[in-house]
């Protein structure tokens, strides 16, 4: 039964239609209080005097918390890791310190969330202000220092770029800058923190990663981790910011714990903006070297970023220059921060690569003009089957699909390469293309599935739904697996007492978790095949475990007509259920003798007004390399969501700052511009991958984030083709071009 590879609509998709798939906010706790979070003014200093006596006389209000009465929490675990994934080590709450504006200094905690919020409008605060004030990473580059390592070494050294550079008869140098940048995920973070009798945390969570969660809170609190819960069973859009507990979510558990009653607090979309992380800005400089035919034969890629005073977080942006293409003589890759008085950045949809992309592919395509040598042929050009940074072959790359069946598709032929070389009318046409490479995460999962006496099976484990189709994929591969129709199999997932799986990020919940499925339904199905043989009254009495396959809710023989179904296997055993648990564990082999990436090549096409410089996206083609697809309609519905992502990321999204008082100001929806259905045209997606071995026991490799990484950078080196003007900072506004 081909079940896996099939365009299937989503299990979910009536339930979220309907409005009863049942969302952290959306969630019904009786008795509930609510919290409302007070915020500082400031962006350095600290609280002289935090007078709250109107507020706590506000009919309906249970309690306030500052500095003084919140119970001191443990230090989050140095270094930060991914088991323990704080979203940022400096704890709610814990003294009178002000390191950014939008910090949080008080939680009001009320009946109702209206008392709360007015409540927390009468604390009195005085401040004493420090200067200056570091936010902007651009007036402070020369306090940039090298940090720690965080997920991967800061710098890299391949050959000898410097020297190769040097002597190069062609170099690109330049420098390219990205804003600030934030989540905005349609659905608010949320928590609701409930303590039962027994001293059991349960805590409804907006969360890509609910072990995490769950070891973090238990580490802060000072509880066993047997004594959390973590629960998260939808999620209204993740995008790397809900991969992280954040002080929201402590705060709500500890107010919890000392009111002896469940507190919700549910963040506004302007709280986000301080509460959650956000995307920190880059300046990245790159140089590349390259003989006249257009042959790399250095690349030197260095990057900054800000992070919070308290905090070593890295975008590792120039990671994107170690792997892609091949230089002769060398690459070098580096990371420095700056410490800013915000709050810590975090990972965003697609972090690093995205970043460090537009920077390369924009150089690519300014080599290209340099060389004169067609964007496409140059890439062909530097590819490579073997990794430049381990000396590794890769897995599986096809690159060299990507770039010329995506151009087949695109028509890229037809394209004259000379800048405003092509009008429709008044406008100008612009093309550009560009590649891009996203690394393969490696996770172990565990997932348990049981055969019911009815015939149908139930998957469980501890995985996430971002809104990306886990529910549907993950019943394909244990249908396909155990020869049922998807509608006989259940998926549970988002629940701590489930079987412990990875966060949901990196791309990474098909080929991990989605391995631990299927390792788990082969296990089941060999309980039955194994009963079947040997069992009570074994209708396969005499045959051999490879002579059985499975179809249509039937164990099958291949000659004649014997065969049985589970229901009358269990039956027949005296079961009513069949139940197998199984561990995938593949740290072992992200450490052998292949390296594993996912690739693409992308191609855009742009109109330009060139009176008033509005650029709109007419045409665009992505070629993706994600190994097995498994759902060709949702592996389409990621890859739409990754450009459009894109699209915002090049045209539209910054956050707006204040350096002076060091605050953000357009922390909204109609301040933040995110790209509307009239700013995207029909997005034409082709997948040329095969199954990849190394990458998953499914054959598949990440897709999701893998398609936002080089959406900017192609958009950019369209509209250089359509005006001969070099946009080298994003977003690409008006005022830039006119």
Not at 365 to 381: F, K, M, Q, S
Not at 606 to 626: N, W
Not at 669 to 689: C, K, M, R, T, W
Request: hydrophobic share 40%; aromatic share 6%; glycine share 8%.
């Amino acid at each position: 039964m081909n079940v896996i590879g099939q365009p299937i609509v989503r299990a979910d998709g009536r339930l979220k239609v309907t409005g009863k798939a049942p969302y952290t906010a959306d969630i019904r706790v009786a008795n509930a209080a609510h919290g409302a979070i007070v915020h500082s003014k400031i962006a350095r200093g600290r609280t002289v005097s935090i007078d709250t006596t109107a507020a706590e006389n506000v009919p309906g209000v249970l309690a306030v918390f500052t500095y003084r009465n919140m119970p001191r929490m443990n230090p989050t675990p140095k270094p930060w890791s991914h088991l323990h994934p704080h979203g940022q080590s400096y704890l709610p709450l814990q003294d009178d310190k002000i390191h950014y504006a939008g910090q949080p200094i008080a939680l009001v905690v009320a009946a109702t969330l209206d008392q709360a919020t007015y409540a927390g409008t009468l604390i009195k605060v005085e401040y004493e202000s420090e200067r200056p004030v570091v936010f902007d990473p651009k007036r402070a580059l020369d306090k940039a220092i090298d940090p720690p390592q965080f997920l991967w070494p800061v710098a890299s050294l391949v050959g000898d770029p410097d020297k190769a550079i040097a002597a190069a008869p062609v170099k690109v140098q330049q420098t390219y800058t990205i804003p600030d940048r934030h989540h905005n995920q349609m659905e608010p973070h949320a928590t609701i923190a409930i303590w039962d009798a027994w001293g059991t945390l349960t805590l409804y969570e907006t969360t890509q990663h609910i072990f995490g969660t769950k070891e973090l809170v238990a580490i802060v609190l000072g509880v066993p981790p047997s004594k959390v819960n973590v629960v998260s069973e939808f999620l209204g859009g993740g995008f790397g910011g809900k991969g992280y507990v954040w002080p929201h979510t402590l705060m709500a558990a500890v107010a919890a714990k000392l009111l002896n009653k469940p507190v919700r607090v549910q963040l506004t979309r302007a709280q986000m903006y301080s509460m959650a992380g956000h995307q920190a800005a880059t300046v990245q400089t790159v140089a590349l070297a390259a003989r006249q035919d257009g042959s790399l034969t250095g690349i030197r890629h260095e990057s900054i970023t800000p992070t919070a005073v308290f905090d070593n977080y890295i975008e590792y942006a120039a990671m994107a220059s170690r792997s892609l293409w091949a230089a002769s003589g060398g690459i070098s890759t580096n990371h420095k921060i700056v410490h800013v008085n915000r709050n810590t950045p975090t990972a965003m949809r697609s972090p690093h690569e995205a970043l460090g992309h537009f920077a390369l592919e924009s150089a690519m395509d300014e080599l290209a003009y340099a060389t004169g040598v067609d964007p496409v042929a140059l890439r062909l050009r530097n590819d490579t089957e073997i990794d430049p940074h381990s000396g590794r072959p890769f897995s599986t790359r096809a690159m060299r699909k990507c770039l010329t069946e995506g151009a087949a598709r695109f028509g890229w032929d037809r394209r004259t390469p000379k800048p405003r070389s092509m009008r429709d009318g008044r406008y100008l046409i612009g093309q550009g293309m560009a590649a891009a490479i996203y690394t393969h995460w490696r996770w172990p999962a565990r997932a348990r599935v049981t055969l019911h006496a009815d015939n149908s099976a139930l998957v469980e484990a501890g995985m996430h739904d971002l809104g990306t189709g886990t529910y549907t994929v993950m019943q394909q591969v244990a249908a396909e697996t155990l020869g049922l129709a998807p509608r006989q199999v259940t998926v549970r997932l988002g629940d701590t007492r489930l079987p412990a799986s990875h966060p949901a990020i990196g791309s990474a919940t098909m080929s991990n978790a989605g391995a631990s499925v299927l390792l788990a339904a082969k296990a089941a199905r060999d309980k039955a095949i194994e009963l079947a043989l040997k069992g009570r009254d074994a209708p396969f009495a005499g045959a051999t475990r490879d002579d059985v396959r499975v179809s249509d809710g039937r164990l099958l023989l291949p000659k004649g007509d014997v065969g049985i179904t589970y229901s009358e296997l269990l039956a027949r055993n005296g079961l009513m259920t069949l139940v197998a648990e199984t561990d995938y564990d593949p740290i072992e082999e992200a450490k052998g003798p292949k390296a594993v990436f996912s690739f693409s090549a992308v191609f855009a096409e742009v109109r330009v007004d060139p009176d008033l410089g509005l650029v709109r996206l007419s045409r665009f083609v992505g070629a993706y390399d994600a190994g097995r697809i498994i759902n060709p309609l949702t592996a389409r519905s990621q890859a739409i969501g990754g450009i459009i992502w894109g699209v915002g990321q090049a045209l539209l999204e910054q956050s707006e700052t204040d350096p002076t008082l060091g605050r953000y100001l357009n922390r909204n929806l109609s301040g933040y511009l995110v790209p509307a259905n009239a700013d995207i045209p029909e997005l034409d997606v082709l997948f040329v991958g095969e199954f990849d071995e190394e990458g998953s026991p499914l054959g598949s490799k990440g897709l999701g984030e893998l398609t936002a990484v080089s959406v900017a950078p192609v958009i950019a080196n369209a509209v250089y083709h359509a005006t001969g003007k070099r946009i080298r900072d994003l977003p690409i506004a008006v005022e830039k071009l006119l």
